[in-house]
């Protein structure tokens, strides 16, 4: 081939744009967090620009048992510029106090009403990355620094409900007094999970810190994208008109006034939503150790969603996000047989797919505040192959192969009836390279067998070849005939090698 200086100048901005990429991150997106005890958790939360942030944060008071709280900090937003409202998490968190000697009753790990009202703070008070700068950390600034800081080597989830200038505040004061490789270290542990970009700080932090874990789709600061983002799939089926497929009865103001709202002192913090039902707890919900073990990878999916490893138009590096190709129909979107019996797919169906049991479970919670165990209901303990727990299970196969998996030995904390549904999650672990292609048989029964048909599912066009080895995530969700039923999972992971009659 002939170079003239143009070919070589496109060849040296190529060469240094994907050495750029490639120094940028310091985790591959094939990483997979593995770490013992809780998730730790940071909230920045725009609470008080409308009903929206009010509502994740009862939520996650339900679920403060499933987590390590380090701080929880009110923070303004491109909705709420000049103000942020600490006092509200206050009030919330002192009403859990009262609930909480009930809760004990159901399960154990409920922090300490003290704890939490400590964990209450201020962040910027002013709009974005006006707000940031020398002189300027806060409260919340400084306790996110804290937080980083710390020696506990387990990742520190970063769940941004409003704008992210708190945040880009704290990375600012610490990049002042670490040095590179300092920083990067710190900067490994944080995994950021942003309902889109609520101020400019989101972008700015992702241009200035390259190598930190990023979930996000990015937009414009003023909602006009909304409409594509992964987490509408909670709730935004009406307003945003944009989950079709999807079963919106469990999400109603009806539904939740009767299985949220008129139960005991909690339930009545619950406001009524104005556009939709808790927008921002799928940064959460992944986090919840329910056996789906979404936190480990973005692309495992599970209730707060699914995502990919992209670089979004205008960003400079891949981050988790939307997207992807497809030509090979390697996305973000999953499909989903929907409440019409039709296949969707879309984005916002890696939530709302798990619609039933996330707001069962809910509703479960909040009758642990007024109810003792005995007139409570309880999740399964799956049990699979003779392994207790929630971790997932990885299981080394090749094509051509079959694999039986017993779930006998699982129980129910209640006594109930238990049914059994295994299904191959087909979209799951993406960033491992090729998805295989498996068959499932008495899926509906405590015992399936599995077939791997190939070490490649069948591309949407067969012409691309096959390299390397494969992966298939199946999925046991066992559900009691509680009221109202709740549902536990475990994940399987096939990993799927060539055969020796495939080669």
Known sequence: MHLNCRNILIAVIVVVTSLTIACAQSLPPTHIDSFTGKPRLIVLSDIGNEPDDQMSFVRLMLYSNEFDIEAMIATTSTWQKAASHPETMRKIVDVYGEVRPNLLRNAKGWPETSYLASRVFSGQSAYGMTDTGEGKDSAGSEALVRSIESNDPRPLWISIWGGANTLAQALMDLRKTHTPDQLKALLAKLRVYSISDQDNAGPWIRREFPTLAYIVIPTKPDGASYYYATWTGISGDKFYRNGEGADFSEVTNEWLDKNIRDKGPLGKMYPKYMFIMEGDTPSFLNLIDNGLNGYRRPDWGGWGGRYIFTQPYGETHPIWSQGGDEFRRFTSQDTVIGIDGKEHTSDQ???????????????????????????????????????????????????GDTITLDAAGTTDPDGQKLTYHWFHYAEAGMADGNLSAVTLSNADTAKVTVHVDAVCRPDWLPLIPCKGDGVAHVILAVTDDGSPALTSYRRIILHVHASSAGK
């Open 349 to 399: 169906a890696s939530i709302w797919r798990w619609r039933n049991a996330y707001q069962n479970d809910f509703a479960a919670r909040m009758t642990w505040t007024i109810a003792d165990f005995a007139h409570s209901n309880h999740a399964p303990n799956v049990v699979v192959d003779g392994k207790p727990g929630t971790a997932p299970i990885d299981i080394d196969t090749h094509d």
